[in-house]
C-alpha cells in the first residue's frame, strides 16, 4: 500500500482509514468479531484508525482499544469529541470544560495515553473557536494529543480557525473530515479548495454514501440501513430524491462494469483519485465488507472514467441536500435575523 502524507504534519499514513463507527451496538456488536476485522485491516496495510467517543456510547472506543494492544505504535489513531454523551447538557460540545474532561474518557476507553489526531466532530457555534483551540492546543503541550483537525466545517469555518490560531499563538486544525462521494460532491465547490490552500490532510467520510454506492439498495425498499446511525428518512425509498439516486447508482455501476471494477471499487476509487483528498474512511461491519474496499487503494480511475462519472453527477453536486452532513444552525431562530 502506498501512503501519503498527512497535510503538513511529516506523518505517513494508508488511502484507506479505517473507520470503526460499525463496531458496538451501533452495527457489529460481536466484539471478538470486531477485533478481527480491525487486525485484518493492519495486517492489509490500512495504519490509519478513526473512531470517535459518540459510537455506540463508547464502545467503539473500547473496542479499538483491545484490537490495538500490542500494535499502538504502529497506528496513526484519531478519535472525535463534540456530539453529545448524555443528557447533562455540558457533556458535549466544544467549550474548554467538556473537552479537558472527555479527551481523559476518550484515553481510558482506547487504552492509550496519546491521540495522534483529536477532532472535533463539528463545528459548535455557541462556543468561540478560540476557546476549542485554546484548549486543544493545551492538551498537545502536554502530550496527550499529537495533532488536532476538525470535521464538517464549512470553508469559512476553515479559514477562521486558521487564522484564529495563527493570531493567538494556538495550534492549527492540520486535517479536516467533509463527507465525500460521488452522490456527494458539494465539498469540491468550497472545502477541498480551502483545505489545499491551508496545507490540511483531508480525510473523507462516506465514501459509499451510506451504502447507496454499495448498490445494496433497491426500488422495493426492503433494504433498509442495518446501523442506529443511519436515519431512515435518508433511505426512504418513496422519496422521489431517493428514486433519482436509485437511477443514477445504475448508470455508476454501467461505468463501473465497462471499467472492469465492482460499484464499491470505483466509488472508492473516485474519493482517493482527488488530489485534495489524503484518505478515505471506510466503515466495515464485516469481514467481507472490508475485503471488498481493500481492491479500491490502489486503483487509478482513466480520465475518460472520471469524466462519465462527471456527466452522471456534476463536479460540486450534491444529489440530496439531507446527506451533506452540514447543519443549518445558521438559519435556526436564534441565528437568523427573523
Given at each position: ?67 490495538l494492544r500490542g500494535r ?23 467549550s474548554r470544560r467538556w ?179 489524503t484518505s478515505a474512511i ?57
Amino acid at each position: 500500500m502506498e501512503y501519503r502524507q498527512l497535510g503538513r504534519t511529516g506523518v505517513k499514513v494508508s488511502p484507506l482509514c479505517l473507520g470503526t463507527m460499525m463496531f458496538g451496538p451501533w452495527g457489529n456488536d460481536d466484539e471478538a468479531d470486531a477485533v478481527r476485522v480491525i487486525h485484518a485491516a493492519l495486517d492489509a496495510g490500512i495504519n490509519f484508525v478513526d473512531t470517535a467517543d459518540v459510537y455506540s456510547g463508547g464502545r467503539s472506543e473500547e473496542i479499538v482499544g483491545k484490537a490495538l494492544r500490542g500494535r499502538r505504535d504502529d497506528v496513526v489513531l484519531a478519535t472525535k469529541f463534540f456530539m453529545p454523551m448524555g443528557e447533562n447538557p455540558n457533556h458535549r460540545g466544544g467549550s474548554r470544560r467538556w473537552i479537558i474532561r472527555e479527551v481523559e474518557a476518550s484515553l481510558a476507553r482506547l487504552g492509550t495515553d496519546y491521540l495522534d489526531l483529536y477532532q472535533v466532530h463539528r463545528p459548535d457555534p455557541a462556543v468561540d473557536v478560540e476557546e476549542t483551540l485554546g484548549a486543544l492546543t493545551d492538551l498537545v503541550r502536554q502530550g496527550k494529543v499529537r495533532y488536532i483537525g476538525s470535521s464538517s466545517y464549512a470553508g469559512s469555518q476553515i479559514v477562521e480557525a486558521q487564522w484564529a490560531a495563527r493570531e493567538r499563538g494556538l495550534e492549527r486544525f492540520v486535517t479536516e473530515q467533509p463527507p465525500y462521494s460521488i452522490l456527494v460532491r458539494g465539498i469540491e465547490r468550497d472545502v477541498l479548495p480551502t483545505v489545499q490552500r491551508h496545507g490540511m490532510g483531508t480525510l473523507t467520510y462516506s465514501p459509499l454514501a451510506g451504502g447507496w454506492l454499495s448498490g445494496r439498495y433497491s426500488s422495493g425498499g426492503d433494504d433498509g440501513p442495518t446501523s442506529r446511525a443511519r436515519p431512515g428518512v435518508r433511505f426512504d425509498m418513496a422519496n422521489p430524491t431517493n428514486q433519482r439516486k436509485l437511477a443514477l447508482v445504475q448508470e455508476l455501476q454501467d461505468v463501473a462494469d465497462d471499467a472492469g471494477l465492482t460499484l464499491i471499487e470505483l466509488a472508492i476509487a473516485f474519493v482517493l483519485n482527488h488530489p485534495g483528498v489524503t484518505s478515505a474512511i471506510v466503515g466495515p461491519r464485516t469481514m467481507e465488507q472490508l475485503e471488498s474496499y481493500l481492491p479500491a487503494a490502489t486503483v487509478t480511475l482513466s480520465t475518460e472514467t472520471l469524466d462519465r462519472i462527471d456527466a452522471i453527477v456534476a463536479p460540486g453536486v450534491t444529489v440530496n441536500p439531507d446527506d451533506d452532513s452540514y447543519g443549518d444552525h445558521t438559519l435556526t431562530p436564534t441565528a437568523r435575523r427573523r
